[in-house]
């Protein structure tokens, strides 16, 4: 069964605590692995997408990694501004559009 | 662009009376995608159509819910009746899918059900 697993649960930072949050996911072939910021009350906000395992993507204090296993969301020196819930989401090779998520990391950043 | 458009974003209604909920998806894009979000099961996918022809139902999660994309702007979930246990916010999203490339989601801003 196609399953993502994200780590922690709960992520607590000072700001300028540089740290990491995990995504571990088990499908029968990747087509894609998505990361999305989600802010309360609000949808998801697309930040990255990764293909293939070595590929890297960074956008600010943000910076994505993929592996054949897991992806790890590097956040370098956050701020408060970067507390909210990131989501991790993986489309398999089968299932067509069908996308997978995470429960998700609540980061909170303390100023 | 204005983004995906939902309505309404806030719904409250008695067990057993019908509740619509309304997707205008960003115009050009051919997929979209009705999700359900809780505290206890996260953000699951319920159904997602390709070009208004729905491909994968299997996330919904009983005949009470239906469905309906009757052209390229407008989208409608229906849960009749509904119950307390479809209390959630429910978002829509839309992608494009262009050159055979399987691109990002954008989301909508999500309308919370509330079933008393």
């Known amino acids: 069964e196609d399953q993502v697993t994200q780590s922690p649960e709960a992520l607590r930072l000072q700001e300028g605590e540089s740290s990491s949050l995990n995504c571990s996911y088990t499908v029968s072939g990747l087509r894609g692995l998505f990361w999305y910021r989600q802010d309360p009350g609000k949808g998801p906000e697309f930040l990255f997408t990764l293909y293939s395992a070595g590929e890297e993507k960074e956008k600010e204090r943000l910076k994505a990694t993929l592996t054949k296993k897991e992806s790890f969301l590097h956040i370098t020196a956050p701020k408060p501004e970067d507390s909210a819930t990131y989501l991790c989401a993986v489309r398999p090779t089968t299932g067509g559009f069908k996308t997978i998520f995470g429960a998700g990391t609540r980061l909170f950043v303390k100023a | 662009d204005a983004g995906v458009i939902q309505s309404p974003r806030h719904e409250v209604t008695e067990m057993g009376q019908e509740v619509t909920l309304r997707c205008k998806p960003i115009s050009g894009h051919n997929s979209l995608f009705w999700y359900r979000q809780t505290m206890m099961r996260g953000l699951e996918l319920l159904i997602y159509?390709?070009?208004?022809?729905?491909?994968?139902d299997s996330g919904m999660p009983e005949d009470r819910f239906s469905a309906k994309m009757p052209n390229a702007s407008f989208s409608t979930l229906k849960i009749q009746p509904s119950e307390p246990r479809d209390s959630a916010v429910y978002f829509c999203?839309?992608?494009?899918?262009?050159?055979?490339?399987?691109?990002?989601?954008?989301f909508g801003p999500g309308t919370r059900l509330t079933v008393l």
């Open positions: 159509f390709n070009n208004n022809v729905p491909i994968d």
């Open positions: 999203a839309s992608s494009s899918s262009s050159g055979g490339a399987y691109n990002e989601q954008f």
